[in-house]
């Protein structure tokens, strides 16, 4: 299994510049989670899918948007990049609510 | 008051050290804890689990004080490899689901 991959690792967007995070995980997990992490803070949760077809807005999800169309992919769009979405962007999913994240490597974003 | 609060520290401690981090939550109806574990700029892993009944996995322990609203992590034998920062992760009951909230984390660093 490969677990939960994103993709780009890396990337550099202008001002105004829009684009879509890939996340995938293979484990047949319900739950799909998109957080941002800031240098020195916790993750925040931006949005999160309870099952395909479902999700739902957490913490800081603005300048964001996210679809689930299948159990596997949660992709994560943004529109009109800002510099204060400069951030790392963690993907992780889980087989219940209450159960263990398993996240992805992270896609390290900088907007100029 | 946050959610979730950790001391950030950082926690300078000497190989062999026994070290404690606690972590607070505001949520009395908060379901299940966890520590993350999270290495300079890699992606969280789950450290363990927290119980009511506590629970221990070789040099770390875990305890849940729900009347004080509190977890808190104790790792003995301190190695230089345990230098990370710990993530304290809460779920909060919100709209029919569980929601994780993370603390900011507590920086451990272990010297020779």
């Known amino acids: 299994n490969a677990g939960v991959t994103q993709t780009p690792k890396f990337r550099i967007l202008k001002i105004g510049q829009s684009m879509t995070l890939q996340c995938a995980q293979d484990?047949?997990?319900?739950?799909m989670y998109w957080y941002r992490q800031d240098p020195g803070m916790g993750l925040k949760l931006i949005y999160y899918?309870?099952?395909?077809?479902?999700?739902d807005k957490g913490e800081v999800p603005n300048g964001y948007n996210v679809s689930r169309s299948t159990t596997e992919d949660f992709p994560l769009r943004l529109e009109l990049a800002a510099p204060s979405q400069t951030s790392v962007y963690f993907c992780?999913?889980?087989?219940?609510?209450?159960?263990?994240?398993?996240f992805g490597p992270g896609t390290r974003l900088t907007v100029l | 008051r946050k959610e979730v609060e950790q001391d950030p520290g950082p926690f300078n401690v000497p190989e062999g050290a026994t070290v404690a981090f606690n972590c607070t939550y505001s949520?009395?109806?908060?379901?299940?804890f966890f520590w993350y574990r999270q290495d300079c700029r890699k992606e969280p892993k789950l450290l363990m689990s927290?119980?009511?009944s506590g629970n221990e996995d070789g040099r770390f322990t875990a305890q849940l004080n729900r009347a004080s609203q509190y977890i808190s992590l104790l790792i003995r034998d301190s190695k230089l490899s345990d230098s990370a920062t710990y993530l304290c992760?809460?779920?909060?009951?919100?709209?029919?689901?569980?929601?994780?909230?993370f603390g900011r984390g507590t920086s451990l660093i272990v010297h020779p």
């Open positions: 484990m047949n997990h319900n739950y």
């Open positions: 992780a999913s889980s087989y219940w609510a209450s159960d263990t994240q398993y």
């Open positions: 949520n009395s109806a908060s379901q299940s």
């Open positions: 927290v119980y009511s």
């Open positions: 899918s309870v099952g395909a077809g479902i999700t």
């Open positions: 992760v809460v779920n909060l009951a919100s709209r029919g689901s569980y929601i994780p909230t």
